[in-house]
Structure formats: C-alpha cells, structure tokens
C-alpha cells in the first residue's frame, strides 16, 4: 500500500512540474503560456518573448482561474499543458 501511495504522489509531481521543466519556464503556467504564444504565433520566438515578458505566467494564471474556479491555478494550468501537448479536447 505505500509504495502504491509513493508512486501516486511521484505522478502527480511529475504531472505538475514537467511543464515548466520542459518548457523552461518558472511556473506550469508560465509554460502553458509559451504553449499557447507558439501555436498561436507559429514559433516566431519574437511574439513568443514579448508576450512572456510581458506576462510571465500572470496571463495563464488568470484564465485558469476562470476556466476552473475550484482548482489550484498550479494544477489547472498543468492540465490544460498537457491537454493541449496531447491534443485532448
């Protein structure tokens, strides 16, 4: 049963701290921001750096909060990274 526990808990770490890993990014929602500006931007790296400068995750941060009121902006904005990183609707 605890290693069954430790296991669920390594998940979920994972789950919310590898967007910002991978993205090199200081905060999952500050990834899933670079996510969005280079879909949207089609990897022009100049939008993509005046937006997160401009921003630095507060953008994200505030529409996940709309987008789901009753989780974490941390978590929200880890599930909408992956959602849009596995093209899940």
Not at 20 to 41: D, I, N, R, Y
Not at 69 to 74: C, V
């Amino acid at each position: 049963m605890k290693r069954l526990l430790v296991t669920l808990l390594l998940i979920a770490v994972a789950f919310i701290w590898a967007p910002q890993v991978v993205e090199s990014a200081t905060s999952s929602c500050a990834a899933l921001e670079q996510k969005m500006v280079a879909a949207e931007t089609s990897n022009s790296s100049l939008g993509s750096a005046l937006v997160q400068s401009l921003s630095g995750g507060t953008l994200g941060e505030e529409v996940m909060r709309d987008r789901y009121p009753n989780l974490p902006p941390l978590v929200s904005c880890s599930l909408e990274y992956w959602k849009m990183t596995l093209g899940v609707e």
